[in-house]
């Protein structure tokens, strides 16, 4: 019996090992917690990369990717991220006293957690696909939640969602620890491309 490698069901399988492979270099990349927002970045320039005509090689180029945004990903995670867990914690702190101020104070610190958040996700997709400066790259990412609203929803949705099926139904855990995140990276990749290209296209206009 031949196995023909250009068979559809080769190319299947080849494609699912590379994302499982993808999967674990982000996770372990992320284990340092500085390196977020690289491992990120990359993870997002590598599966933008394969949305496009399924160009690139994911595990192939991943590490050159980490290497070349390290910088820039690093500054803008703790301009981002950061404060964006800080508020969420300060908000779960302020949530457990009855107190009216206290509560409305909470819901103060989750909405602008979740802004941060979503301009921590668009600045690593900017940092993967185009090479503007720190306070240039920073700026449209916070400016892009309120320009594509409906779209940065979606964004958010990906990384939300696989942490609550987690928190529901821990099992979950293997999938995301073997597939989870480079397929939503994937799926969020098209989101990514959509949302630049109405962008570019306004700015030329």
């Known amino acids: 019996m031949q196995i023909d490698p ?36 990359a993870l997002f320039e590598v599966t933008i990369r394969y949305a496009d005509e399924e160009s690139g090689r994911p595990v192939a180029d991943f590490f050159p990717a980490f290497r ?5 990903a690093t500054l803008l995670m703790l301009a981002t991220l950061v404060p964006s867990v800080a508020l969420a914690f300060s908000g779960v702190f302020w949530l ?12 103060v610190a989750f909405v602008a957690a ?3 958040f979503a301009a921590f996700l668009h600045a ?10 720190f306070r240039q790259t920073l700026r449209n990412a916070l ?13 958010v949705l990906v990384p939300i969602t696989l942490g609550c099926l987690m928190v529901v139904f821990p099992p979950f855990g293997i999938l995301v620890a073997t597939i989870g ?14 949302i630049h290209s109405r962008r570019s296209g306004n700015a030329d206009a």
Do not use: K, Q
């Open 114 to 116: 979740a802004a941060l």
């Open 6 to 41: 250009e068979s559809r069901t080769v190319h299947g399988l080849s494609t699912f090992l590379a994302f499982v492979a993808l999967n674990v270099l982000y996770l372990v990349s992320c284990l340092p917690l500085v390196t977020i927002g690289a491992a990120t970045s």
């Open 143 to 155: 400016l892009l939640p309120g320009a594509e609203p409906v779209r940065t929803i979606g964004l």
């Open 181 to 194: 995140c480079s397929v939503g990276a994937y799926g969020m990749a098209f989101l990514f491309r959509s």
């Open 96 to 107: 457990g006293h009855p107190e009216p101020l206290l509560t409305g104070l909470a819901v």
């Open 124 to 133: 690593m997709a900017l940092v993967a696909v185009y090479r503007n400066t």
């Open 68 to 72: 070349r945004n390290f910088g820039r």
